[in-house]
């Protein structure tokens, strides 16, 4: 997906983009830098979701936003991640 990204963002001259691959669940990236946090499909595939939306909700700067996208009916298992956000 990087690959096929970069070769797109190649084609199209567009250079202020800067990939990078890391643990989605612990981002390597400054705190409270962002002003969005965007996640769509990804949080239910981590081990600890809970404690991947404490460390997203981190890097999120004061008044910024944090946007989750997800399907389906909620389960159980995201009363913990409610109570997080």
Known sequence: MVEAT???LEQRG???VDL???DAS???LPQASFDIVASSLV???LPDPAGALVNWLELVAPGGRLGLAQFGAPMGVWKAGD???
């Open 6 to 8: 970069t070769a797109e």
């Open 14 to 16: 567009i250079a202020n």
């Open 20 to 22: 990078q691959v890391m």
């Open 26 to 28: 612990a981002p390597a």
């Open 43 to 45: 949080i239910f595939f």
């Open 83 to 85: 109570a997080v956000v």
